[in-house]
T-cell receptor, first 114, second 114 residues
């Protein structure tokens, strides 16, 4: 399968713990995006990368959130000192540079903070 | 700043009838417009896009969308709805003035009754 993969699919943690999600994009895609989606709502933009460079980060993203894409391939999203309000589905998407922009999404990583 | 509005939380239609899911947008410059569909417990799937050219664009599963520049709208349509079309639909816009961030609407749940 050459689609976008995310790991883990589900994560349950206690408030205050750190969590990390991983995204492996489609291999030839150099743009990678992270979104957050709460139940019944649209995806909310968090950040995106072109290769290893993080080009934009949402102002809604607190400093407890950090994302990396060290070699321009897979990406990680870390949430430090989790809060109950962080409970959501975290979606990763990728696309090719110079494309007309449709995003290819993974199935998401669901975070539950107790 | 770019934005997307989907004025209807839910659209109900009988199988075999035509359906319309509404979307309006705001963006500087020429927009790239998209529709995505999300089935339960699945990632978002790309349906169709408008980049330039013909205002009526066709996509997957018999869906089409009409771009109206004067009304800044991009409504999703299908001539004959199927029960299997029941899902959550998201309109999205990408700003092409230099950034590559895609913004999503809040979504419209389509319910097709047999």
């Amino acid at each position: 399968d050459t689609g976008v993969s995310q790991d883990p699919r589900h994560k349950i943690t206690k408030r205050g713990q750190n969590v990390t999600f991983r995204c492996d994009p489609i291999s030839e895609h150099n743009r990678l995006y992270w979104y957050r989606q709460t139940l019944g709502q649209g995806p909310e933009f968090l950040t995106y990368f072109q290769n290893e460079a993080q080009l934009e980060k949402s102002r809604l993203l607190s400093d407890r959130f950090s994302a990396e894409r060290p070699k321009g391939s897979f990406s990680t999203l870390e949430i430090q000192r989790t809060e109950q309000g962080d409970s959501a589905m975290y979606l990763c998407a990728s696309t090719q540079d110079r494309s007309t922009g449709e995003l290819f999404f993974g199935e998401g990583s669901r975070l539950t903070v107790l | 700043a770019q934005s997307v509005a989907q004025p209807e939380d839910q659209v109900n239609v009988a199988e075999g009838n035509p359906l319309t899911v509404k979307c309006t947008y705001s963006v500087s410059g020429n927009p790239y417009l998209f529709w995505y569909v999300q089935y339960p417990n699945r990632g978002l799937q790309f349906l169709l896009k408008y980049i330039t050219g013909d205002n009526l664009v066709k996509g997957s599963y018999g869906f089409e969308a009409e771009f109206n520049k004067s009304q800044t709208s991009f409504h999703l349509k299908k001539p004959s709805a199927l029960v299997s079309d029941s899902a959550l639909y998201f309109c999205a816009v990408r700003d092409n003035t230099g950034g590559f961030k895609t913004i999503f609407g809040a979504g419209t749940r389509l319910f097709v009754k047999a």
